[in-house]
C-alpha cells in the first residue's frame, strides 16, 4: 500500500471515531474484532435479559468485551466510567461462564485515557483471577485498523482519492456541483500554478503532505468555479457562506488536541459535502467526492476555510 493511503486511512479511521458514539461506536468495534479476531461474535440484546454486560466476546478464551462510546463532546467523569466498567463487569459474572479476559473498550477520542480507570480494571483482574482484565481505547482500534487489508479499510472508511484525477465528473454543493457535473474532460481548464501563498497557508495549518497534495492538484481546476459564478454570482455569497459555516462545524466535530486535527478536517468536510443518494453507487460517489475537493481547494485558496497566516498573525 502507497504512503498516501496509509496516511489517508490513518485519518478516515480517526473521522469514524470522533463521529461514532453510543450504538454506532459499538458497530465499529464489532466490525474491527470480527475482521482480525476468528472467533469472535458480537451479541445483541434480548428481551428483558438484555445483553447480560456482554457487547461481543471471543468463547474460545473467555474473553468478554463492553463498549463504552460517549459523545466527543459529553464530558464523563473518571468515577462515571469507572462505575460503568465495574456494573457492566457485575452483569457479565450474573449471566455469563467462563470469564478469563475482560475488556471495558472505551472511545476517549485519542485524549487518553485516566490511570485511575486502568487501576480499577487491574483491581478486577485481582479479584476475580482472570488472565486480564483492561482498557481497550481509540488508539488501540486505530492499531488494529490499520492491520487490516486495503480492501476492508476501504469498505470501512472509504476508498483512498486518487491523486491526480483526469477530470471532474460531479454534484455536491447545489448548483455549482451540479454545474460541475455537466462538464465534459476537454471542458475543464487548468491553471498553471497555484498561488504564491497556498504553500505557506498549507505549512500554517499543519495539513500533512497528502492533504496538501489534494489541494495544490484539485486547485488547478478551480477555473471552472470561477466560470460557474461568471454565469450565477447570486450564489457566491451563500455557497461561501456554506462552506465557512461547515469548516466551523469541522472545528467543533474534530478537537485541536488530535495532531492530525486540520488533515481530519479536510475529510470530515469532504464527508459532509457528498449527498447521501451519491453513496449508493461507487462510480458515483467517486465523481462527487473529486467534485467536492475542487471546491474545498477553491475556498482554500479564497481563505473561507481554514486560518489565514497572515490574519493569525494581526488578530
Not at 486480564?132 to 488508539?139: D, F, I, R
Not at 473561507?304 to 488578530?315: G, K, L, Q
Request: net charge negative; aromatic share 12%.
Amino acid at each position: 500500500m502507497s504512503g498516501n493511503a496509509h496516511i489517508w486511512h490513518n485519518m478516515a479511521f480517526k473521522l469514524k471515531i470522533y463521529d461514532s458514539h453510543g450504538d454506532s461506536f459499538q458497530s465499529l468495534f464489532s466490525h474491527l474484532y470480527r475482521w482480525t479476531e476468528e472467533d469472535f461474535q458480537s451479541i445483541a440484546p434480548w428481551g428483558n435479559w438484555g445483553d447480560g454486560g456482554n457487547d461481543g466476546w471471543i468463547p474460545s478464551v473467555g474473553h468478554y468485551f463492553q463498549v463504552y462510546g460517549p459523545h466527543h463532546s459529553t464530558e464523563s467523569s473518571v468515577t462515571t466510567i469507572i462505575k460503568k466498567a465495574v456494573a457492566d463487569f457485575d452483569k457479565l459474572i450474573e449471566h455469563w461462564v467462563n470469564i478469563k479476559k475482560y475488556s471495558f473498550v472505551y472511545n476517549d477520542h485519542f485524549r487518553g485515557a485516566p490511570a485511575p480507570i486502568a487501576k480499577r480494571l487491574n483491581q478486577l483482574k485481582e479479584d476475580y483471577r482472570l488472565d486480564a482484565s483492561g482498557l481497550v481505547v481509540a488508539e488501540d482500534l486505530l492499531d488494529r485498523f490499520l492491520r487490516l487489508p486495503p480492501e476492508r479499510r476501504d469498505i470501512l472508511c472509504g476508498g483512498v482519492p486518487a491523486d491526480c484525477p483526469a477530470f471532474i465528473d460531479p454534484r455536491a454543493v447545489g448548483e455549482l456541483l451540479t454545474n460541475l457535473a455537466d462538464r465534459r474532460p476537454q471542458a475543464m481548464r487548468f491553471l498553471d500554478e497555484t498561488a504564491p501563498e497556498f504553500d505557506e497557508k498549507i505549512v500554517f495549518n499543519g495539513l500533512c503532505e497528502s492533504i496538501a497534495n489534494l489541494l495544490r492538484v484539485y486547485s488547478l481546476q478551480s477555473s471552472c468555479v470561477t466560470d460557474f459564478f461568471k454565469l450565477s454570482p447570486g450564489l457566491q455569497q451563500s455557497i461561501g457562506d456554506e462552506l465557512r459555516f461547515l469548516y466551523a462545524e469541522s472545528k467543533t466535530a474534530i478537537p485541536d488536541h488530535d495532531p492530525d486535527a486540520s488533515s481530519v478536517r479536510y475529510i470530515w468536510m469532504l464527508e459532509k459535502l457528498i449527498p447521501s443518494f451519491a453513496r449508493a453507487h461507487p462510480h458515483s460517489e467517486k465523481a462527487y467526492k473529486e467534485a467536492a475537493q475542487v471546491i474545498l481547494a477553491t475556498y482554500f485558496e479564497t481563505c473561507d476555510i481554514y486560518e489565514h497566516p497572515v490574519r493569525a498573525h494581526t488578530a
